[in-house]
């Protein structure tokens, strides 16, 4: 062949940034290969030949690239024209993929994120605003890798406490990292943001006592602060504060009653979140024999009213059994305990009912089951719960939460027990380790924390879960499943908790508790519990813990100026593998959120159901299949159509507590005047805040 006419092949890649780097043929062949996975096609020598399709379209159109070097947009070009070519499913999915790339480039690039682990746009959105590191200008000094990196390092050197070798620690470290990056396992926001710094508080979730003075009340109000400043979310009992209109000796003036401090509690937090990373998450909870019940009740009807508290009222058996036979229920001075006045049962819960109704609370936590299942009662009674309701806790106690991402435990549409129980012990080390690795902020909650070593493993992906495995989210299959799940998740955690008690010792509460005759020892009073999953699960990419989903396809404000459709990844799939995938069908779903309504087969609409197509009793039933085997509470929230009635919500209350769950929250879509999300009408779409999680339209707590 003469000089100058031999074949010309590509050789380099100009980058995004403009760099020039060497081609490499291999990273298309896994671009395709993924994509075919995805769709379940994988087959790698199917790939190789798309792939010499590919750079042999690029050499023979390499004389229309600048100096010979396509950019790394015109070979994804190249790659799309490609697989259209060959399989429209392929091209589809491939560039669907590009898209959201995109996005989250433009993410990337705005907040300066060096994103090395290819998150999510709304992933990186989250990441930037709360957990990445930043110095005192603002600026992000970390990656995502990074940060993970940081959380398994500060965990794991607990560990040398307990005469473990430095190489022991550092594969522990390294099991840790795995375990976070792959996204299987993610501790509690308070964790990733402070493991490693200098703050160091890396609990959730919190019960301080007020006891019936002002210097309780207002040295209770201070701890507040401090833990909600590093993170923490707070639950009280204001249950033994006097009635209002109740003489106070010492100045002979009458007491202003439990809900004007939860007033002033309120404001607190409302001047802390200026300045904070998350907004303020508090629980107050009041017993339903307090004389101020009925005004607590209604503490949150109106606009903007205590919009940093979730509210609970307390209910005994007495007082559920009051409900049901139509009887008179006595209302107690915490003072004197007289009998302050004597009312209606059925009248005070029909109000409970109806103020749900109109704004989401109160809610309502069933002490006599909390506390017959409760593994201390000869330390105390619980009176309260943190924030979303999923831990009750003792006076000062704390806990540290952990989430499992069940979608990951699906392999080829079975799930994986084995990678479950491997995941679950080293989450149970993780979540111990974290206890003696915290920074508490007042010494009265190390002291409690760790005489009982309270720790909450809990799942997230649930929905995904049951779509990956074709089965109904309302079906009797699925409570089944979540019997078994759990039920296993519980088995393991009490054994990596038994195995760590051999070397560590037992919380220091074991004799006083009720595991004495049933356990040889150990570490842990609790194991188990069901977390809201906010924030972590937007980054995990999953449902939030053990919800259905809310809405198939809906329209994120990422950043100003920029919209994402966001679609459930596995209902995208199935639509594109059964060719009805189109641009148009899923702006249609964007509308309303679900499928309910359209032409699509049936199979397909009975698994992608979404929270509001779940008639009420599912929602519970679910909740107490969970709660069955679980050591602590589940946060779950039951979603209602505008137009509920207050009956229904009255069903769903009575029908909690007689299903012996620990507590019950309903939300009527609309009924606040701010959620996280809005269902499109006319020719509006469904649009979602950055912080909306797929779970429910309320704003939930993000811890």
């Not at 396992?185 to 019960?207: D, K, R």
């Not at 109740?246 to 007491?255: C, E, L, W």
């Not at 309502?364 to 330390?379: A, G, H, S, V, Y």
Request: a positive charge; aromatic letters at 8%; one cysteine or more.
């Amino acid at each position: 062949m003469k000089k100058g006419l031999e074949k010309v092949h590509v050789t380099f890649v100009r980058k995004r940034d403009g760099s020039i780097v060497s081609f490499n043929a291999s990273k298309i062949e896994r671009a395709i290969f993924k994509a075919m996975d995805v769709l379940g096609l994988a087959n790698g020598k199917m790939a190789k030949q798309l792939t010499g399709q590919v750079t042999g379209s690029l050499n023979k159109n390499i004389n229309s690239f600048e100096r010979n070097i396509p950019t790394v947009e015109q070979i994804q070009n190249t790659v799309e024209q490609v697989l259209e070519k060959n399989d429209v499913r392929l091209f589809k999915i491939y560039s669907l993929y590009r898209r959201s790339r995109h996005i989250a480039r433009d993410i990337r690039q705005f907040f300066k994120i060096q994103d090395d682990m290819k998150f999510s746009a709304n992933a990186l959105k989250v990441l930037e605003e709360r957990y990445l590191l930043k110095d005192e200008q603002g600026k992000i000094i970390e990656t995502p890798t990074e940060m993970f990196a940081r959380i398994a390092k500060a965990i794991a050197s607990v560990d040398l406490k307990y005469k473990k070798t430095d190489e022991q620690v550092r594969q522990l470290e390294k099991d840790f990292f795995n375990s976070m990056s792959s996204l299987d396992f993610l501790p509690n926001t308070p964790t990733i943001m402070n493991a490693g710094t200098n703050i160091g508080q890396l609990s959730a979730c919190f019960v301080l006592p007020i006891e019936d003075s002002l210097e309780s009340i207002f040295t209770t109000l201070r701890y507040m602060a401090v833990i909600q400043q590093s993170g923490g979310g707070t639950g009280f009992s204001f249950s033994r504060l006097r009635p209002k209109g109740d003489i106070v000796r010492s100045t002979k003036g009458v007491a202003s009653g439990p809900v004007s401090f939860i007033k002033i509690f309120d404001s607190a937090t409302e001047v802390i979140k200026q300045g904070g990373k998350r907004r303020g998450a508090n629980m107050a909870v009041l017993h339903c024999t307090h004389p101020d019940v009925e005004q607590f009740i209604l503490a949150k009807q109106g606009s903007k009213q205590l919009t940093n508290f979730n509210i609970s009222v307390a209910a005994n058996d007495e007082f559920m059994n009051s409900v049901v036979n139509n009887k008179a229920f006595h209302l107690i001075n915490p003072r004197n305990k007289k009998v302050e006045k004597v009312v209606n049962a059925k009248e005070i819960f029909d109000m409970i009912c109806k103020a749900a109704w109109q704004t989401g609370d109160p809610g309502m936590i069933f002490l006599d089951e909390i506390n017959r299942k409760q593994p201390t009662p000869q330390i105390g009674l619980i009176e309260s719960t943190n924030p979303c309701g999923e831990v009750p806790l003792l006076p000062y106690e704390s806990c540290n939460l952990g989430s499992i991402n069940l979608s990951k435990m699906v392999i080829n549409r079975k799930i994986d027990f084995d990678k479950l129980k491997k995941t679950v012990h080293l989450a149970v080390h993780f979540l111990d380790n974290v206890i003696d690795a915290n920074k508490f902020p007042i010494k009265q909650l190390e002291d409690m924390t760790k005489a009982n070593r309270k720790i909450g493993l809990g799942v997230m992906g649930f929905a995904d879960m049951l779509i990956k495995l074709k089965i109904p989210y309302n079906s009797n299959q699925a409570l089944l499943l979540a019997e078994k799940i759990m039920s296993f998740i519980s088995k393991e955690a009490h054994a990596a908790s038994g195995e760590l008690a051999k070397t560590r010792g037992s919380f220091p509460n074991f004799e006083k508790s009720i595991y004495k005759k049933k356990y040889p020892c150990l570490r842990n009073a609790t194991c188990t519990t069901i977390a809201p999953t906010g924030s972590i699960g937007i980054i995990a990419g999953c449902s939030s813990g053990i919800e259905p989903l809310f809405a198939i396809a809906f329209v994120r404000e990422i950043m100003e100026g920029k919209r994402l459709v966001e679609v459930n990844h596995d209902f995208q799939v199935a639509a594109i593998n059964r060719d009805f995938y189109k641009d148009e069908l899923i702006k249609k779903i964007a509308l309303t959120g679900s499928i309910k309504n359209t032409n699509l087969p049936p199979d397909i609409k009975r698994v992608y159901i979404t929270a509001l197509d779940i008639a009420p009793e599912w929602h519970v039933k679910m909740q107490a299949a969970f709660q069955k085997y679980t050591d602590n509470a589940v946060s779950k929230t039951v979603n209602l159509r505008e137009n509920a009635s207050v009956n229904e919500i009255k069903k769903i209350y009575m029908l909690a507590w007689k299903l012996k769950c620990k507590g019950i929250t309903i939300y009527r879509y609309g009924s606040k005047p701010e959620q996280v999300l809005y269902i499109g009408k006319g020719k509006k779409l469904t649009i979602a805040e950055l912080h909306y999680s797929g779970g429910s339209a309320c704003a939930t707590c993000t811890l």
